[in-house]
Every structure is written in C-alpha cells, then in structure tokens.
C-alpha cells in the first residue's frame, strides 16, 4: 500500500470492508488499517477532479452556542481522517485566539472530508458556522453553499432561541435537516424531553432525532451515515460552464484574498481567467484547492466541490459573500441571494488612549478589518477624546469580539463610547430620508417631521418560573410582547417586538442574571418603526460632554437622565474641585448631580521619611492619571464612557 496503487487496486479497495476490531478485509485478507489511514490513502491518490457529484455531500451543523458543534465537528474530522485524534487538537475549526479562550465560533472554517459508506467513497464538505446570534448573517452565507444541515441540541438544555433562529434559516433555505441531541452523556440529560420539543417546535418526527455524545465519540458515525443517506447531492454538472458561489473569504498578507467557494458548475483552475458577476472585474486564477482544512493545493477544482480560490484580489471587499464567479469567455447567469453584508446595527467611537497611539491604532484596525468586511470603519473625531473613529458593528458580541483582538493581537489600547443604533428621520418638508449614526448629530425636532428607529423581533426561551421577571424586564424595554407558547411542561418560547436601542447595551447580561442563566435570547430584523426620540446631553460643570449625549424615548428621558447622573457620580473620583454633573434637553436641565471636592493625599500614610516608598506611590498616582481623560478641568477614568450606560434593571 506505499506504492502508488494499479486503478483495479483503488475499486477494490472501494469494496473492502472493516472487521469487528477495526481491521480491513480484502480479497479474503486481513490488513490493519485504520478508517482514517484509509481515507487518507484513498485522497491521495483519488483524481478529484473526476470525483462524481451524487457523491458529494455539502453540509453545515448548527447549534446555540455551547452545545457542541465545534466538538462534533473535530470528531468528524476525526472519523474521517482529516485530523489524527489527539488531546491537543482540540477544536481544529475554532482557528482564532479569541474562539478558542471565549469557546464560541466567530469566523467559520471548512473542510472537506472522505468517508467509506456501503463500499463506496464520499466527498464529504463540511462547512462550520459561527455560533453566536451576531453572526446570523455568516450563518445564512455558509448555508447558501448547503444543501442540508445538522441540528445538534444539548440533551440538557434543550432548545434554545438559537436553535430556533439557526433552525428556520435552514429551513427558509430548503435544506434537509437532520436533528442530533448531544452531550448524551450528561448525568441531566434528558433526550426524551428534547425530542418531544423537537417534534412539537420543528414539527420533525422524534424518531428522526440521532443521540450522541460528542465528546466520547458515541454514535457519530450514524451522523455521518445520515449525511449520506438524508442529504441529495448539489445540482452541479462538469459539463456546464464554471460557475462558482464565494460563501467565505479571508485575507493573506502574501497572497491577497482567499475566497472559499463552491462549484455549481464547471471546473476552475490555475491561470483560468475569471470574472465577478458582482463588480465585473477579471482576475487570473493562480491557485485553487480543497480545505482539509488547512489548504491543500489541487490541479482543479470541478462541479460539485467546495475548496479555495486565489486570484489577485487585493481587498476583502473584491470577494464579496454571495457573489458569482465564471469564466471571463463563458458569462452565465449569477447565482441567486446576494446581498451585501447586513446593515451594521451597532455603532461605537473607539479613540487611542494616547493620542500619540493613533497610527499604531489605525494600521490595527486596517489590519483587522482585510478579514472582516462585516465591520464598517469611519474616521471620526471627539473635542475631549481626539481622532479616533466610528465602526459599525453586526452586535455587541461582535465589537467586543473586535476589540478584544485588537488588544490580544495588536497590544493595542483604546477607549470605547457607548454603542448606538442607526436612527432614521423624515424631514420637515418632502419625503427625504436620513439615517444618523451619531447621537450628537441628532436633530432637533422643529426640522424633522418624523423619528424612526429600527426594531428587532426577539426570541425568548426560558424555564417558566422566570416568566414574571422576564415580563417586566420587556416591558422596561418599551417591548411589544407577541407570543408566547409552551414548548415542554415548563419551557416557554416568547416573542417580543423590541426597539433596538433598548438591547443594544446590557439586556442580555440582565435576561441572564435575572433568570440565574437559564434563558436564552436571539433576534431578527424587525424593520423600523415611528417613535418619540429625543436628544439627551450630559453637562459636566456645564460643559457637554459629547460622548455621553444619547438618544431617548421622550417618555423615559428623566429617567435615564437621573439614572445616568447618579451612575457618573460614582464612577468620577472627587478632585480638587466641586464637580456638577448634568443631564439636559436642550436648556433645560433634568437631573444633577454633584460630587464634592476633594483632595487625595496619596503620601498620607506615608509617615517617616522613606523616599523610595514615597516615589513609588507619586509614580502609581502618575499611572492611574494616564487612565484618565481630561474634559474640561474634569478628569474622567477611560471605561466610564461605555459603563455608565450599562443599566441595573
Ligand atoms: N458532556 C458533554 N460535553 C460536551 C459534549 N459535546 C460538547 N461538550 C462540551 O460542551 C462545551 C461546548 O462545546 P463546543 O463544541 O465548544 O460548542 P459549540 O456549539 O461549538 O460552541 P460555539 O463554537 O460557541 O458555537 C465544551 O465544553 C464541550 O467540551 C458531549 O457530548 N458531552
């Protein structure tokens, strides 16, 4: 078996089959080889190329997060050969820092996989999908490149309202489905209890849901069956043109951009010269491959297939998700479902806490954002904070995500304002629509006839006895309860119409520590709405400070004003001089606040005369000063711009 094999040697090997214990029997003999050898052995000296397409299998999982997709995921790797089984590689697909310390998923990875099924070879092409509800929209790009999916719920949890989300993208997308409970395992689990959700939410039979356990490998191998078995093969021919759907791309320093695909026609390969359907533009190919899934180079890439696509594309943007790629001489018409990436729905200013930094900042954030053409950049600048900028974001996740990379990886340290959504008004006279990101730029009401603001229908699961506190956190969210259904003897599942503004900073933290964890909350799009907005400004001896203005409900504007004035009082320290803190619509002022004078000896408990110890004590004030932020004569501590707006409901 080193050598390379005779073509009779490969067909019969397609019809070997494994022992009891693991072994392969052929022709009457019996050689050790491992399932996963073996399928390494079969994919180096397949032609791919020729690889038949209703031997193709293109799949995602989905899942809430937490409930194991990353982990049945690296078993299947496994299964497959892909990856050898080993304690370190533990979750291959999570490839970045901040996946692998947060456990969640943020840019979805692929690769293809060989499996040995009733004597016949599968191209098996795993597609992996970020976990989180930010991430929708990567989700639904992956599943376009689908043509079926996993659905793993944990056996303990049951479904959450991620499960619901992820589960109707799939099924908007006319995918099958294959329901898997995991964590089996589990002293709690409780697989009858899910499968009875799942009949009653999803409408699928319980006798179609598969038991696992991911983590001890237990009955994986009939996931992968059903793989097989439940999902048709995509409807691609070699003989019709090249025709290529770009679900991924990802940017290299040496290489330009990296653009996954998958072939719904044609084949493609090195010096092809191909065009975008999206921006027009011709490139050369210069190198195509499968995702194994690390990049493995092939001769071509042909109907059927997913893999990767390099052709000189310098930006991010020029790959853009849900675009079609031909072949320049043969135009064909483009694949369905593009759209540009989701709106941004949050926005924060992010400044250099030394404005020394900008440069090193800037390229930071250039250098993130070539594989993330998700956020969107804006250069901005702030009369206390200086030049920094304004980036939209999918969710809070999302930019805490971003921001955390920007300090793991580029050691980079900034102050952040609080996220805003994307307002939208009418003016006075004429139908002209105008959208506001920025709450300072936020018009008075004599020029606008009407306010709009963008709305998210919400998706709430959560064990009953929470229902009462759940309830009233909503409706403190000026929220629109729409439904509300039992999905087992004590879950319920509610839907409520939210104005975005009220979620954007802190109703996830509060749903979790009201229900001790239990409920689970995702949201879609909901369109926008007219509303009572008003513009809040925040004085500090009487001078505003532009990164707290905020935009309210007009109803609630005394409330949070008060709130926000009470919250800043504690978070400024007492300096030398009376501090008035001030909530105002336009002149007239609200809520005050007022912190006394105050002198912080730090050299106090420094009786006796030690001078190394009393250095040492200027030197840490000295630190805590850099820390700080200079408004007026005011000094502010760097986190308190986005932490006074965080509410205790
Ligand atoms: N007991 C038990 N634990 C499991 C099983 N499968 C996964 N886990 C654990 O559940 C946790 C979450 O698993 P992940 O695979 O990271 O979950 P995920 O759905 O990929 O999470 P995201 O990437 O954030 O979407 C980890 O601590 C796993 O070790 C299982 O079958 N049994």
């Known amino acids: 078996l080193r050598n390379k094999p005779s073509t009779s040697m490969v067909e019969s090997l397609l019809t070997a089959k494994w022992t009891r214990t693991g072994q392969l029997t052929l022709s009457q003999k019996t050689i050790a080889m491992s399932k996963s050898d073996f399928a390494q052995y079969m994919q180096e000296n397949l032609d791919l190329s020729q690889f038949p397409v209703e031997k193709i299998r293109n ?78 929209y990567e989700v639904s790009r992956s599943l376009s ?25 799939a099924f908007e997308a006319q995918l099958s489905i294959i329901p898997v409970i995991n964590k089996i395992d589990l002293k709690n689990a409780d697989p009858d209890r899910v499968e009875k959700q799942i009949e009653k939410v999803f409408d699928i039979p319980k006798e179609d849901c598969i038991r696992i356990s991911a ?80 990049e493995q180079p092939a001769e071509k890439l042909s109907a059927g297939q997913v893999g990767y696509l ?135 009401k004599i020029h606008v006839s009407e306010y709009l603001e963008p709305m998210v229908m919400g998706t709430i699961i959560t064990p009953d006895e929470h229902i009462g506190k759940i309830m009233s956190l909503c409706l403190g969210r000026r929220a629109i309860q729409k439904n509300l259904v039992y999905i087992d003897d004590t879950r319920v599942m509610m839907k409520y119409l939210f104005p975005l503004n009220e979620i954007v900073v802190d109703f996830y933290d509060s749903l979790k520590s009201l229900s001790s964890g239990y409920a689970s909350f995702d949201y879609e799009d909901a369109g926008y709405q007219p509303a009572d907005l008003i513009k809040m400004d925040i004085l500090l001896n009487g001078r505003p400070v532009e990164e707290l203005t905020t935009v309210v409900h007009r109803e609630k504007a005394y409330s949070v004003g008060k709130a926000l004035c009470e919250r800043l009082k504690d978070s400024i320290p007492r300096q030398l001089f009376e501090i008035a803190i001030q909530a105002a619509i336009g002149s007239k002022i609200l809520a005050r606040e007022t912190i006394k004078a105050y002198r912080k000896n730090v050299l106090a408990k420094c009786y006796g005369g030690d001078i190394t110890r009393k250095m040492k004590l200027l030197k840490k004030q000295a630190e805590g000063k850099k820390k700080m932020r200079r408004i007026g004569n005011v000094e502010v501590p760097k986190d308190v711009f986005i932490n006074v707006l965080k509410r205790q409901d």
Not at 148 to 156: P, R, S, T, W, Y
Not at 401 to 410: A, P
Request: proline share 5%.
């Open 59 to 136: 799949f995602s999982i989905i899942a809430h997060i937490d409930h194991g997709k990353s982990t049945l995921a690296d078993r299947l790797l496994e299964l497959t050969g892909a990856i050898v089984k080993t304690e370190q590689n533990k979750q291959v697909l999570d490839k970045l820092q901040v996946e692998r310390e947060r456990g969640i998923t943020v840019k979805a990875q692929t690769a293809s996989l060989f499996y040995h099924h009733e004597g016949e070879i599968y191209l098996l092409n795993l597609i992996d999908t970020p976990g989180h509800v930010d991430f929708s």
């Open 145 to 169: 490149a689908c043509q079926g999916v996993i659905l793993v719920v944990d056996a303990n949890e049951g479904i959450q309202a991620q499960t619901v989300a992820n589960f109707f993208l």
């Open 215 to 294: 983590k001890l490998g237990k009955n994986v191998e009939r996931v992968l069956q059903e793989v097989i078995e439940k999902i048709p093969p995509p409807e691609a021919n070699h003989s019709d043109p090249f025709k290529a759907l770009v679900f991924d791309s990802t940017f290299d320093h040496y290489r330009g951009v990296v653009a996954n695909v998958a072939l719904f026609g044609g084949q493609v390969r090195k010096g092809d010269k191909i065009t975008s359907a999206h921006t027009s533009k011709i490139y050369e190919v210069n190198e195509v491959g499968i995702l194994r899934p690390g």
């Open 310 to 444: 390099i052709a000189g594309m310098k930006e991010i943007t020029e790959a853009q998700i849900g675009d079609t790629l031909y072949l320049q001489e043969q135009p064909v018409e483009p694949l369905p479902g593009f759209k540009p990436a989701k709106p941004m729905v949050f926005a924060e200013g992010m400044y250099p806490v030394d404005q020394s930094e900008y440069n090193n900042l800037r390229s930071a954030v250039e250098k993130l954002t070539l594989n993330d053409s998700s956020v969107t950049v804006h250069r901005d600048s702030s009369p206390a904070l200086g030049a920094g900028w304004r980036l939209g974001f999918l969710g809070l996740l999302h930019m805490e995500v971003f921001n955390q990379r920007l300090e793991q990886e580029y050691n980079a340290s900034v102050i952040l304002t609080a996220p805003t959504v994307p307002y939208k008004l009418i003016k006075e006279y004429g139908e002209e629509e105008i959208t506001v990101v920025n709450p300072c730029q936020f018009p008075d």
